[in-house]
């Protein structure tokens, strides 16, 4: 079946400019998360949804960060004034529950480049 | 300190060689251990999950050991195909998101 989708693949934007990624996650999935990887680094939780639970968000970097999930299905992660250093690839990966040992399947991410 | 600290590498093996790989993790009430493979610019993903038992899926076997704080992976027979970044990842209950530890470059040369 169809996996972890994610557009726009590629996003470049000028500095103070607003951007929005769309993450589509594996059908029936019900825990969904947004994950960062910048250069030689390792991932970054951002945010986690789970069913109808409210979402967990202790990973935002600031409040220029936010994202929501509608029909407990898309997801969109929302950059508002972005800066140079938000410059990373974006990863979403969804698990059919939000037990650790349900397997997350990631989509191929968003590269962001913030000029 | 770091929650999973790994040794970024690379390690430059030639093709049929065992290599093995530590990370340590330092969250005591961590419950769940994984090892994702990361190829260049693509996605990770699950490689396999570590039970306290230690497991094996042919050539790679993975161990933890919670006394330690510790968790292994060892490839047997590498061929070119490892070739990766292999990510140790753990997680602390069963509803928060994973942790990812920086990863470790494997090249496997002809």
């Known amino acids: 079946g169809a996996g972890v989708s994610q557009s726009p693949s590629n996003k470049v934007t000028e500095k103070g400019k607003d951007v929005e990624l769309r993450c589509d996650p594996i059908s029936g999935h019900t825990a969904l998360y947004w994950y960062r990887q910048s250069l030689g680094q390792g991932l970054e939780f951002l945010i986690y949804?789970?069913?109808?639970?409210?979402?967990?968000k202790s990973g935002l970097p600031s409040d220029r960060f936010s994202a929501e999930r509608t029909g407990g299905s898309v997801s969109t992660l929302t950059i508002q004034r972005t800066q140079q250093e938000d410059s990373a690839v974006y990863l979403c990966?969804?698990?059919?529950?939000?037990?650790?040992?349900?397997?997350?399947?990631f989509g191929p991410g968003t590269r962001l480049t913030v000029l | 300190r770091k929650e999973v600290e790994q040794d970024p590498g690379p390690f430059n093996v030639p093709e049929g060689a065992t290599v093995a790989f530590n990370c340590t993790y330092s969250n005591s009430a961590s419950q769940s251990f994984f090892w994702y493979r990361q190829d260049c610019r693509k996605e990770p993903k699950l490689l396999m999950s570590v039970y306290s038992s230690g497991n094996e899926d042919g050539r790679f076997t993975a161990q933890l050991n919670r006394a330690s704080q510790y968790i292994s992976l060892l490839i047997r027979d590498s061929k070119l195909s490892d070739s990766a970044t292999y990510l140790c990842?753990?997680?602390?209950?069963?509803?928060?998101?994973?942790?990812f530890g920086k990863g470790t470059r494997l090249s496997v040369i002809a």
């Open positions: 949804f789970q069913g109808n639970s409210a979402p967990d």
């Open positions: 990842v753990v997680s602390y209950t069963g509803n928060t998101p994973l942790v």
């Open positions: 990966a969804s698990s059919g529950s939000g037990g650790a040992r349900h397997e997350q399947f």
